[in-house]
């Protein structure tokens, strides 16, 4: 289609990196001399009228960039990114670039990382027209010899983030950050670079390690080059928790698939006191079940006393891990040294959570009892007795309900274990 225009179009960035290294293609990224976001509503519309369906575009005025998202009879479906080949400067650190339309090699030479500035053209027209691989900064040559390097001695002043970037690349690949590109970051975290780059953005970035195959490895290699503490200093703190996981990991004791982004998130969290975590949250701008997950791992880990003290109650323990996370219970069972805490974790995370009476309220207000609290109270002890062993029937938790009935018609149920 961008031929059918007279537009220059080049594959560019990770999926050509990708595909030199013979890795699969999860994306595919192009580069457009000219209009992107007018090639890619031209790309909808011609994917709408053919075996797709909710064809989407999202467009980016401000950068030149667009998205075609859409749906297809014969598979999933898939994704297309369109940038307009463009020039890029950064009026104060770590803010977003300005952008003016420019060639290939001008769009080639704003990226991050050499390996990352590789193109493919794919029409008669432009630079190196249908040609072999245009590599003006040395790509080829990079990831031949396994470097992550940037472009310019201000890479990670300009675009702080990139910070985190090199790390996840360095760990994916099995790469090496090379020796220069290594002095400006710390250049770049000694002078607190990274203050002033949005909780958004680095959350992004952080997102994007966590949902790694391995995201222990450049959590850990981010933490020893102090990136972690220079994203916010109580993040120093993350050995504990990262080590724990990388040794698990290391011994067998974990399955690869549970070293996940839940597991990594409650190791970055759990060596900080409450007010540390809220500091972290709010730098980052965690929200909802994440944000959750982070709290209730410190939460554990200061309740280990109590959580021991009640393993072998399971009403109380259920009582206590009510409401948690269940990720956060699952991972600091993971996490935590005390063999006493991890199995009280994965018992009420694998059984207890789930056992609940056979009696519903609706059976409760059939024998009598009068709608409004008392029906809860009474679910919760009957409850209570099932964890405990109290009650194993539904004859006998409708002979433990009669009692409880009988007993609130002369006095408020107390609250504690069952009958």
């Known amino acids: 289609m961008a031929g059918e225009s007279g537009l220059a179009v080049y594959l560019v960035g990770g999926p050509v990196r990708d595909a030199l290294l013979g890795w699969p293609l999860l994306d595919l990224d192009f580069a457009v001399e000219g209009d992107a976001?007018?090639?890619?509503?031209?790309?909808?519309?011609?994917?709408?009228?053919?075996?797709s369906r909710d064809v989407r575009v999202t467009a980016h005025a401000r950068f030149g960039t667009a998205t075609v998202a859409f749906d297809s009879c014969?598979?999933?479906?898939g994704r297309i990114d369109l940038v307009t080949a463009?020039?890029?400067s950064y009026p104060r650190p770590g803010q977003l670039p300005r952008v003016t339309p420019g060639s290939i090699g001008d769009d080639l030479a704003r990226r991050d990382f050499s390996i990352n500035a590789m193109a493919l053209p794919l029409t008669a027209t432009g630079e190196g027209a249908e040609g072999g691989l245009l590599d003006p900064l040395g790509g080829l040559d990079d990831l031949r010899a396994g470097i992550v390097r940037v472009l310019h001695p201000r890479s990670f002043v300009d675009d702080p983030t990139r910070l985190l970037r090199a790390v996840r690349y360095e760990q994916r690949f099995g790469f090496r950050i090379?020796?220069?590109?290594?002095?400006?970051?710390?250049?770049?975290?000694?002078?607190g670079c990274m203050d002033a780059v949005s909780g958004d953005r680095w959350r992004h970035e952080l997102e994007r390690i966590l949902d790694e195959a391995n995201p222990v490895a450049p959590l850990q290699?981010?933490?020893?080059?102090?990136v972690l503490a220079g994203l916010h200093p109580s993040l120093g703190k993350h050995g504990a928790g990262l080590g724990r996981l990388a040794a698990l990991a290391c011994d067998g004791e974990l399955e690869g698939e549970m070293v996940g982004p839940d597991e990594c998130l409650a190791a970055l969290f759990s060596p900080l006191s409450a007010?540390?975590?809220?500091?972290?949250?709010?730098?980052?701008r965690l929200s909802g079940r994440r944000a959750a997950l982070s709290r209730d791992t410190i939460e554990l880990r200061e309740s280990e006393p109590q959580i021991r003290a009640c393993a072998g109650k399971p009403s109380e323990l259920a009582r206590m891990l009510a409401g948690r996370e269940l990720a956060a219970v699952s991972a600091w069972a993971a996490l935590t040294a005390d063999p006493v805490v991890a199995a009280a974790l994965r018992r009420y995370?694998?059984?207890?959570?789930?056992?609940?009476?056979?009696?519903?309220?609706?059976?409760?207000?059939d024998m009598g009892v009068t709608e409004g609290p008392l029906v809860g109270e009474i679910l919760a002890r009957l409850r209570d007795a099932r964890l405990d062993g109290a009650v194993n029937s539904r004859d006998e938790e409708t002979a433990l309900a009669r009692a409880l009935l009988g007993r609130a018609r002369a006095a408020p149920i107390p609250q504690g274990g069952g009958e």
């Open 74 to 77: 014969a598979k999933d479906g």
């Open 349 to 365: 995370a694998g059984e207890l959570r789930l056992v609940k009476p056979e009696l519903s309220g609706g059976a409760l207000l």
């Open 275 to 284: 007010v540390e975590g809220e500091g972290v949250i709010r730098r980052l």
């Open 86 to 88: 463009r020039r890029e």
């Open 178 to 191: 090379d020796r220069a590109t290594m002095s400006a970051m710390d250049g770049a975290v000694a002078k």
């Open 221 to 226: 290699r981010a933490a020893e080059l102090g």
């Open 37 to 51: 976001p007018g090639l890619a509503r031209r790309v909808a519309e011609r994917l709408a009228g053919g075996c």
